[in-house]
């Protein structure tokens, strides 16, 4: 069974343009969840997705949306982007959600740098 | 959401045994004791959970302390592949979502 899969693997960008990353969960899997990973804040939670709908949602400003599509696949997207938001941006997927003893699996991440 | 206190690092030889504390004297009921890792530039894969019980699976054990108020994380024999961050978390049995903290990482001498 394919792992999660995210694209791109990397990106630049310019502050102030916008960006939209894509993760494809495993097959059968339900629930999408994001995360941020910097150097200085650890790996916060973004928000989750099930059956194209989200479920939870961290401490980000309103420019971090994100949607799922009948498929599960999700995208997540970041407008008007600052320098802060260089980060590695990951997904992670389970069969379901509100399963607190399942176990998530992670996509290797998308490294996004914003010059 | 209960918070867990780890070491900032630690170090074992290899082929010796690791045991990795975690503090969660916060811990609710319903909080699952999980252990994730991440290892250099790879997102965190999961190594083994647990409610009350010591439990045991191919990758590592879980010693949970007869109070929930702490639990230990059990490599029986380090490799130099076990180097990375280990990250103690507890979740909630309703909750997908995981608040990772600090988490510890493990260097391992050959």
């Known amino acids: 069974k394919a792992g999660v899969t995210q694209t791109p693997r990397y990106l630049i960008k310019t502050r102030g343009q916008q960006v939209t990353l894509s993760c494809s969960p495993i097959?059968?899997?339900?629930?999408v969840s994001w995360y941020q990973q910097t150097p200085g804040q650890g790996l916060q939670f973004l928000f989750e997705?099930?059956?194209?709908?989200?479920?939870n949602k961290g401490n980000f400003p309103g420019r971090f949306s994100g949607r799922q599509f009948s498929n599960s696949r999700s995208e997540m997207n970041v407008s008007t982007l600052e320098l802060g938001d260089s980060a590695l941006y990951l997904c992670?997927?389970?069969?379901?959600?509100?399963?607190?003893?399942?176990?998530?699996?992670f996509g290797p991440g998308t490294r996004l740098t914003v010059l | 959401d209960a918070k867990t206190t780890q070491p900032n690092s630690m170090e074992s030889n290899e082929e010796e045994p690791v045991h990795l504390p975690c503090n969660h004297s916060?811990?609710?009921?319903?909080?699952?004791i999980h252990w994730y890792r991440q290892l250099p530039s790879q997102g965190p894969e999961y190594v083994i959970h647990?409610?009350?019980s010591n439990v045991n699976n191919r990758m590592a054990s879980l010693a949970i302390a007869e109070d929930r108020k702490s639990s230990t994380l059990i490599l029986h024999r380090a490799t130099l592949r076990d180097a990375a961050v280990y990250y103690c978390?507890?979740?909630?049995?309703?909750?997908?979502?995981?608040?990772f903290g600090k988490g510890t990482r493990l260097h391992i001498l050959p």
């Open positions: 992670a997927s389970s069969p379901l959600p509100g399963m607190g003893t399942d176990t998530q699996y």
């Open positions: 097959s059968g899997h339900r629930s």
């Open positions: 997705y099930f059956s194209e709908t989200q479920r």
């Open positions: 916060t811990i609710s009921g319903t909080d699952y």
């Open positions: 647990g409610l009350t």
């Open positions: 978390i507890l979740r909630d049995v309703r909750d997908d979502k995981i608040i």
